[in-house]
């Protein structure tokens, strides 16, 4: 197979066009910010995952580059775009009754244009939904799209026809727009978008369409420039990193590997890895290279064999707690973190028994727990259904026996020094400032606002199941 079919690239002159509309859009709006003697401004929210978070960064980038200063309230903003989230219903639920809050502010500024892109609006019963419902919102594209935002949005300014994008047919890879990015010393990058593997219970594959792989070396340049611009922390992202370039000449240890060798003090994480194909080869690679942060994320679901079946899982608990048992193996130090899911259609009592005994087994340092929620058009939506009430009565007992254990792996820390990435004061208590470890534990410390995006050296003196607290040394 040729490596632009598995690639998938915009072509260069519809990114032409692209550009072509930024650019009109940028003299669109220097003349109106003469005009009224102050500069357009976007407002980006984002709901969902790290990729839909990196998604808003190109949006943010495209806006600026179209003549935008970055606004920091919807309310000071010309245009306010939400990105969307469609993987539990709590999160569309949360984006729509958002998104109805931003129709006073249209009465107030004649101007303001609202843009709805994102994983909920690719799916067609919402676009209908904002269709008739929204009648404020001015356009929507949706996860195929994105690069299409200034075409869109100078059409609507133009033209003032409310524009409903169609999904593309082939979802591709668009290289070249800008990034606006939110932090200087964290940053997202993408290697992959979508996902093949259509776990029963998931939206994703509906909504961002098949797997298609960035080229090595735009991601090598990529990170080259981070390392260059001194980021200290580089997530890579995809839905299954493992099956990154399938199909081409290297694999994901590949560009571990290569990626590795750029100079620079910065740690590689990676977000996120199916079980399923975590491959030895990819642990080989991060046990010999210290560039790879020690923190693996591995997606368990569920600790019943008829259960990952039943999701799709294309695992089961044995195979899993080999590749567990190797990674533990090359690095004894890593620290483990998984995704659960209570209460998936036909699940037992000895079935949910199943999942606690897993956490006991693997003593997991952190789990990130989700009650199952149906999706429109994914197989498990049409399984009978447990009751609310027997989900939120086994989400708590998951939760309980979680704590002990993040409790235990978190109370041996005390009197020890661990190196933490400083994220400036902390959003909870302002007097503290907070800051990753490089398994992602979150610690609290006093020091300076000046200590963000620092490496610190944290002696902890108090351990909790969630945080670590201490003091700069
Ligand atoms: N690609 C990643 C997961 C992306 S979604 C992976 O395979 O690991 C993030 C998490 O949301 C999933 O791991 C799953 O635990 C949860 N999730 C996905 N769909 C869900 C649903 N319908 N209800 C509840 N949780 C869900
Ligand atoms: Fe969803 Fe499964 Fe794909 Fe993850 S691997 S995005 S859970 S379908
Ligand atoms: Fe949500 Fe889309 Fe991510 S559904 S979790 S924003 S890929």
């Known amino acids: 197979m040729s490596e632009k079919k598995i690639n998938n690239i915009v072509p ?24 009224r003697g102050e500069k357009m401004r976007a407002y980006v929210l984002t709901f969902g995952c790290q990729q839909n978070e990196a998604d808003s960064e190109k949006i943010a980038g495209m806006s600026r580059a179209m003549g935008y200063e970055i606004a920091d309230t919807p309310e000071k903003a010309d245009l306010i775009m939400v990105n969307t989230c469609a993987v539990r219903e709590h999160a569309e639920k949360k984006a729509l009754s958002t998104i109805g809050q931003f129709k006073h502010l249209k009465a107030k500024n004649q101007a303001l244009m609202i843009g709805v892109c994102g994983c909920m609006v690719t ?3 919402r676009r209908e939904e904002l269709r008739h419902s929204y009648p404020y919102v001015d356009f929507i594209f949706g996860t195929s799209s994105l690069h299409r935002l200034p075409e869109l949005l100078y059409e609507k300014t133009v033209k003032g026809k409310r524009l409903f994008c169609p999904e593309e ?15 200087t010393y964290r940053a997202w990058v993408s290697i992959m978008y979508g996902c093949n593997n259509f776990c029963s219970y998931c939206i994703v594959p509906y909504v961002r369409g098949r797997e298609r792989s960035r080229r090595m070396e735009d991601i090598v340049s990529e990170v080259e420039a981070l390392a260059r611009e001194g980021y200290k922390d580089i997530t890579l992202l995809g839905q299954n990193v493992n099956s990154y370039a399938k199909g081409m000449e290297y694999d994901f240890a590949d ?15 990676f977000m996120t890895s199916h079980p399923k194909d975590a491959s030895r080869k990819l642990i080989d690679v991060m046990a010999e290279n210290e560039k790879i942060a020690r923190h693996f994320h591995l997606p368990l679901q569920s600790g019943s064999d008829k259960m990952l079946k039943a999701m799709n899982r294309h695992y089961d608990k044995a195979q899993y707690l080999d590749t567990v048992r190797y990674i533990r193996e090359k690095m004894p130090d890593i620290a483990l973190t998984t995704d659960i899911i209570v209460g998936f259609p036909g699940e037992t009592e000895e079935d949910f028994e199943g999942t606690l005994e897993m956490l006991r087994e693997v003593r997991y340092d952190m789990i990130f727990s989700f009650i199952y929620s149906p999706r429109k058009g994914t197989p498990a939506a049409e399984m009978e259904q ?14 309980k026996v979680q704590n002990e254990i993040s409790l235990s792996k978190n109370l041996p820390l005390v009197g020890k020094t661990l190196r933490v990435l400083c994220d400036g004061v902390s959003k909870n208590n302002e007097e503290l400032l907070s800051g990753r470890t490089e398994g992602n534990k979150i610690v609290f410390f006093h020091g300076e606002s000046s200590d963000e995006g620092k490496y610190l050296n944290i002696k902890i003196d108090r351990a909790e199941a969630f945080a670590l607290y201490g003091e700069k040394i």
């Open 12 to 35: 260069p002159e519809v990114m032409k066009r692209t550009f072509d509309f930024s650019e009109k859009m940028l003299r669109l709006n220097e003349k109106r910010s003469i005009e």
């Open 123 to 125: 799916q067609e019963h």
């Open 169 to 183: 047919e082939e979802y591709q890879v668009a290289e070249g727009l800008g990034i606006e990015r939110d932090s």
């Open 255 to 269: 560009l571990m590997s290569r990626l590795s060798q750029i100079d620079g003090d910065f740690k590689l994480r």
């Open 386 to 399: 447990i009751p609310e009430s027997v989900k939120s009565e086994r989400f708590s007992r998951l939760l």
